[in-house]
């Protein structure tokens, strides 16, 4: 397993290598954004440029953004349409996205809803006049209610990196002062993040991991393990799962969410 870069606190660590996991998300991704060939999209909080590279072997038009530059400096996609910036200030003209990926981003920027009001900027407008919806936004971030905080955590002024059991369950004051490095959230906080700011919720679900560490560590046990948790997310258990994954759509302003 590859050891925690330098930015691992503050901006997580991005997918070094593409597994089963990723691609599971990918499918979501497709699913959900309805991506076609004609689409225009953007994979905001890039990494290095994994969902970028397969998401253009769907539609050729695919842009990232990422506040790290060496990550985009070491991206596994072309560098023609990727860009530096913050998620808050998204350089880019109002409605000129079809699609925005939003994957585990959200969790570690400074104002999330500044973010969430810039990723709904920068989608396309609905068209009544030909029928047409607005364009979508595939958000991915941590549950408050999974018993692992995958992120670590500040302990004695160190940085731990690594899952921490149960983190996520100890009053919001004290996770706060163990982890000041990330966000998890609830059902309604996320979804409150978008109210009001021309957009809709298409879904709302909570998802299981892709668990390749224990696969490649424990082989058919950890198979067993990753098929009967992401079982799970047909029930109502799926709530305990690791990561939310909501869909919302660009609206008119009086048809918002207040």
């Known amino acids: 397993m590859k050891a ?3 930015h691992a606190a503050l901006r997580g660590e991005p997918s070094y290598v593409w597994r089963t996991g990723q691609e599971r998300r990918l499918r979501m991704m497709l699913a959900a954004g309805v991506v076609d060939t004609g689409s225009r999209v953007l ?5 290095l440029g994994w969902y970028v590279r ?3 072997q769907f539609c050729a038009d695919v842009h990232g953004l990422d506040i790290e530059f060496s990550r985009l ?3 596994v996609a072309a560098r023609d349409r990727l860009l530096c910036a913050r998620t808050e200030w998204l350089p880019y003209a109002d409605g000129c996205f079809d699609v925005v990926i939003s994957h585990e981003v959200l969790e570690h920027v400074w104002d999330d809803a500044a973010a969430a009001r810039e990723i709904v900027r920068v ?4 068209d009544e006049t030909c029928g047409n919806p607005g364009g979508r936004a595939v958000i991915f971030v941590p549950n ?4 692992m905080e995958t992120h670590g955590m500040y302990w004695r002024g160190r940085y731990r990196f690594g899952n921490i059991p149960l983190l996520n369950y100890v009053p919001s004051v004290l996770r706060a002062r163990l982890a000041p490095h990330v966000r998890a959230y609830m059902h309604a906080e996320l979804e409150a993040l ?5 957009a809709r919720v298409i879904s709302h679900t909570v998802i299981f991991g892709g668990y390749d560490n224990i696969i490649a560590r424990w082989g058919r046990f950890g198979e067993w393990l990753r098929n009967s948790l992401q079982l ?6 799926r709530w305990l799962g690791l990561s939310h994954l909501l869909v919302v759509e660009k609206v008119e302003p009086a048809r918002a969410l207040r």
């Open 4 to 6: 925690p870069s330098s």
């Open 43 to 47: 994979v905001d909080g890039c990494g």
């Open 54 to 56: 397969k998401l253009r």
């Open 73 to 75: 400096a070491n991206s």
């Open 123 to 126: 989608l396309r407008p609905p």
């Open 144 to 147: 408050r209610l999974h018993p």
């Open 194 to 198: 978008f109210s009001g700011v021309q």
């Open 232 to 237: 799970l997310e047909h029930t109502p258990l």
